[in-house]
C-alpha cells in the first residue's frame, strides 16, 4: 500500500501494460490475402502455309507463317526466328525478328507482328535458296513453338529451248529414260537370239 502512494504512475503503467497485452492476445491476427496472381500460361498456334512450295530463279517467295493465341491479344512482345535446313545442315536467317544473314538483304520478315503475321519474304530466289523453312516463336515464359515448316523448291532455266525443270525432275527424267532402256534391251534380247537362230537354219537349207 505505501509503494502505491509513493509510485502512483508506476502501478498504473504496468497494470496499462498488462492490460494491453491481454487485449493484443485476444483480438485474432487475420492473414491478408496476397496481390499476387500466377500468370495464365501462353497457349500459341503456329500455321505455316503452304507445306510445299516451288518457285523459278529470280521470282520473289513470301512463305506464310500466322500466330493465334486467343488468350493473349497482343504479340509484341514475342520473339520470332527463321531458319532453314537443307542438306548443308541448319542455317539461321532472321533472329529477334531481324535478319542476321550479313550483307544479304533478300531475307526479311513481313506483315504485322501484332496481328500475328510473321511471314518470310526471299527477294530474288536461287537454287541456293531451296530447303525446308522453320517458323519458330519464343514466347515471353521462355516457351518455344515452331511450325510445321515449309519445302522450298527452285526451278533453274537449262538454256536448251528454254525447258525450265528443277533438279530433281530432271534427275527423275534421266533414271526413268535409263530404266526403259534396260528393259527394252531385256524383254528384246530373246527374240534377237531367235531371230539369228532362223537366220543361221536358212542360210544351211
Partial sequence: TLLFFLFPGTDVGVSGGSASKESAAGTPITAQPSLLTTPEPWHLLVTQTPAKEKAKEGE????????????????????VKWYKEDEKGQMDLLQNNVTVLPNNSRVFMSGD?????????????????HGIYFCEV?????????????????????????????????????????GGVVVLIIVLTPQLRRCILCMRQGSRQ
Fill in 138 to 178: 519464343t514466347l515471353p515464359d521462355g516457351k518455344v513453338v515452331t511450325g510445321d515448316g515449309t519445302k522450298l523448291r527452285i526451278r533453274r532455266a537449262l538454256g536448251l529451248f528454254g525447258i525450265e525443270e528443277s533438279i530433281g525432275t530432271i534427275i527423275g527424267v534421266v533414271a526413268a529414260g535409263i
Fill in 60 to 79: 520473289t517467295v513470301v512463305l506464310n507463317c500466322h500466330l493465334n493465341s486467343p488468350q493473349r491479344p497482343s504479340l509484341t512482345d514475342l520473339m
Fill in 113 to 129: 507482328l501484332s496481328q500475328g503475321d510473321v511471314s518470310l519474304v526471299i527477294l530474288n530466289v536461287t537454287t541456293s535458296d
